[in-house]
């Protein structure tokens, strides 16, 4: 409308050059997003407002599964009255419980919330959502986004499993990073187990490698292209034995 200066502005987060890739990748576990004001009542002489999140800019999670998300709420501005924070935009099953309130008049929150997925939620891959910022008479708003993961659940066989750590690889465009991929054998199995990366894009890589019968892990290199778009990627481990049976589990590639 003509003369309104509200309007919606996607959370924006800080680049970080010139640093080391350690410090780089400990910027990550809590990135600081800033959610610009949505002014929904366009007056020209409202107070200045705005809300800024410090979370984790994305979630992995199988179904079934419930994880604790710390949250810090900031208020930045003349604006004093209450807020309500709840995740928008997620899947059916999907919820950040409980409700966080920044009360009136307080400078900022931090509370931990759950973050749920139903077991029986259809969800699958990558999916964005938005954690809102709203005050009671929804005069004004912010927003930050936040990318939700949902992995299939690991797949077993009766005699070995699979599984990777760290599960949500965290690293920008062009890094690579070392996982420890482990293989538990049961019921008498002793065999090897070659172990891959199944990426649905060709710009993540891992090379094939085999655990021997006397080892239990590896720790491969996960590579990724300069070129790649800079979202999370959900991908997934695969270890074969030598009869071609398999068993499974996800991972998330967190470019940026």
Do not use: W
Request: aromatic residues 6%; contains cysteine.
């Amino acid at each position: 409308m003509p003369g309104c200066h509200g309007g919606r502005m996607l959370a924006r987060t800080r680049r970080f050059k010139n640093m080391t890739p350690s410090l780089r990748r400990s910027l990550f576990r809590g990135l600081f997003l800033v959610g610009s004001a949505l002014a929904l009542s366009c007056g020209s002489d409202g107070p200045f407002f705005r809300i800024a999140f410090d979370l984790p800019d994305t979630l992995t999670a199988i179904p079934g599964e419930s994880l604790p998300v710390d949250i810090t709420v900031r208020r930045e501005g003349d604006d004093q009255s209450a807020f309500r924070i709840n995740l928008q935009n997620a899947p059916e099953g999907v919820t950040l419980t409980p409700e966080i309130v920044l009360p009136e008049g307080e400078p900022s929150v931090t509370a931990t919330a759950t973050y749920s997925v139903a077991q029986d939620t259809q969800a699958r891959g990558m999916m964005r959502a938005q954690l809102m910022a709203t005050n009671a008479t929804e005069t004004f708003a912010a927003s930050a986004n936040i990318f939700l993961v949902i992995l299939p659940p690991p797949v077993a066989q009766p005699d070995f499993s699979v599984t990777i750590e760290p599960r949500q690889l965290d690293l920008f465009a062009g890094q690579n990073e070392k996982v420890r991929i482990t293989v538990t054998r049961a019921e008498g199995f002793t065999g090897p187990v070659t172990v891959a990366l199944e990426s649905p894009t060709r710009r993540i890589s891992m090379p094939t490698v085999t655990i021997p019968a006397d080892q239990t892990f590896v720790e491969p290199y996960i590579d990724t292209d300069r070129g790649m778009t800079r979202v999370p990627v959900a991908a997934s481990i695969t270890a074969t034995s030598e009869d071609g049976r398999q068993a499974s589990t996800g991972t998330t590639i967190n470019v940026r």
